[in-house]
């Protein structure tokens, strides 16, 4: 037989070894603070609520998650509500509305999409949108990514040709791009490694780099060591600011080919070894 929402509270409640009075003074206290008397739950309130089939207010689940310690949203799925359909509903109606859609994930036992296999043709040389070239996307529970927050992030790949930002972002670097931060800043460092590196997409592809504004024209700054130029580009017509990098994933040595095709050949399986 499965356990309506009432139940479940209940079951909660009891095992804090919580009385329906200490519920009442508690949301007492709540409704005070939020200066709002929806949110009180009186006794007699909350002993329909866990044995008949009533469907309490927002408010009254709120407190309830508050006292008890639930996630609310998790709540609302055990009443039939989930939050996180939403947005699949969300570009199917007002289609001709021009507006925001919010992308917040609820509740730790949701899924969420990450890249698990890249395109086989991703050429490694160059500087790529990762989110551009993935073949093959998985899922995995929400509440393994509680310490960080992928749906607010685009992620980037330095290629193996791009030396730009060597030897601060070597090339092969997977890179967390930030696109709220797309404002340049001029000034604020102390240090190189302070200073803020962009991720931008020009006409002949994307690269990382320090970057200044004159007027309308960006320019892309390189790591002195690298020994490239400095670029200048038209902001309105040649160059568009993705973010700022604000995480990386680098190798601490380059790819060495040349290692590799020196190292023993071990015995194919039906070759005698020597």
Request: proline residues 7%; hydrophobic residues 40%; aromatic residues 8%.
């Amino acid at each position: 037989m499965a356990v309506t929402p009432g139940q479940f509270l209940k079951t909660v409640r009891e095992r804090l070894q919580v009385g329906l009075r200490e519920v009442q003074e508690a949301s007492t206290i709540i409704a005070s603070e939020e200066a709002n008397e929806n949110f009180y739950v009186s006794a007699a309130r909350l002993t329909q609520i866990e044995n008949e089939a009533s469907m309490p207010s927002v408010f009254k689940l709120f407190t309830l998650c508050c006292i008890y310690g639930l996630d609310l949203h998790e709540v609302l799925s055990k009443y039939g509500v989930n939050a996180n359909r939403t947005h699949s509903y969300g570009t199917r109606f007002l289609p001709d509305v021009t507006r925001t859609l919010s992308a917040e994930i609820h509740g730790l036992v949701e899924k969420v999409t990450i890249p698990v296999r890249l395109d086989p043709t991703f050429r490694w040389e160059t500087t790529q949108l990762i989110n551009r070239v993935v073949a093959l996307w998985g899922e995995i529970p929400a509440a393994f990514l509680l310490r960080c927050n992928p749906r607010h992030h685009t992620y980037g790949f330095v290629g193996l040709a791009d030396r730009t930002m060597f030897p601060l972002l070597r090339p092969g670097s997977l890179v967390m791009i930030d696109p709220q931060r797309r404002r340049i800043l001029q000034n604020g460092w102390k240090n190189e490694f302070e200073r803020p590196v962009y991720f931008v997409e020009l006409r002949e592809g994307y690269r990382c780099a320090w970057c200044q504004v004159d007027g309308s024209r960006l320019t892309l700054i390189p790591h002195p060591i690298s020994g490239l130029p400095v670029r200048s580009f038209s902001l309105a017509s040649e160059v568009d600011v993705l973010g700022q990098v604000v995480g990386v994933a680098m190798r601490l040595t380059p790819p060495d080919t040349a290692t590799s095709e020196r190292a023993p050949r071990l015995p194919e399986p039906d070759e005698p070894v020597k």
